[in-house]
């Protein structure tokens, strides 16, 4: 359910906010090439996991789906990021390589910028009494940055040989190992989201 009204919300406001940001500095806005990105990268993988979830309920059962569809699914999502990160990093190893300090200077914002989102997040669900299976998700998807839509505008409007397109590759790069950290963190801050029994209260 979080994914997907993450996904509804970027459906919506991933343009607006674009051609913005592009407005602010002082750049063409492309409208048709924000629109192309959020359709194929957004729109799409929305409307394909709702259509597949229910044809797959109505021919094998909501219980079939989680228990064995989903365990399935999981590995060849894993495999999938795999290959995209060595595409990724195929296309642009040679800049990252020979421009260090560059890369340096886009990662640390990003880093920064990740685990702030992220304990923003985890510390208002925390405030608002969320459960832990609704805060950590939560703090994850708001700290999440949504690169394949980056990568994919960026490398329309600026060329796959550009720096914002080299931004966004970066981006993934340092996304995927800083998230699996926020995700050690929340395993391993779990109980502070459990109700705790009172003394009053049978063992």
């Given amino acids: ?11 919506f406001l991933y343009g607006p906010l674009g051609g913005f940001l592009l407005g602010v500095g002082k750049l063409p806005v492309p409208w048709q090439a924000l629109l192309l990105s959020i359709s194929v990268y957004v729109a799409l993988p929305l409307v394909a996991g709702y259509i597949s979830r229910k044809l ?18 999981g590995p060849i999502t894993i495999v999938a990021l795999l290959i995209t990160l060595v595409l990724l990093f195929s296309f642009k190893g040679d800049v990252i390589m020979d421009n260090p300090l560059t ?8 880093f920064i910028q990740t685990v702030f989102i992220f304990a923003l997040g985890y510390a208002l669900a925390k405030l608002l009494k969320l459960k832990y299976k609704n805060a950590a998700p939560t703090a994850m998807i708001g700290a999440s940055n949504h690169f394949e839509v980056a990568i994919a505008t960026s490398t ?15 981006g993934v790069l340092i996304e995927v190992p800083v998230m699996l950290l926020l995700v050690r963190i929340c395993l391993r801050t779990k109980d502070w989201f459990e109700t705790k029994p009172t003394d009053s209260q049978p063992n």
């Fill in 103 to 110: 890369i340096l200077w886009i990662s640390v914002p990003l």
């Fill in 56 to 73: 797959i309920i109505k021919a094998k059962g909501e219980k079939w789906l989680k228990e064995k569809f989903l365990h399935l699914l």
């Fill in 1 to 11: 359910m979080m994914v997907a009204v993450n996904s509804l919300t970027m459906l």
């Fill in 156 to 170: 329309m409007l600026f060329g796959l040989s550009s720096g914002a397109s080299l931004a966004t590759v970066v």
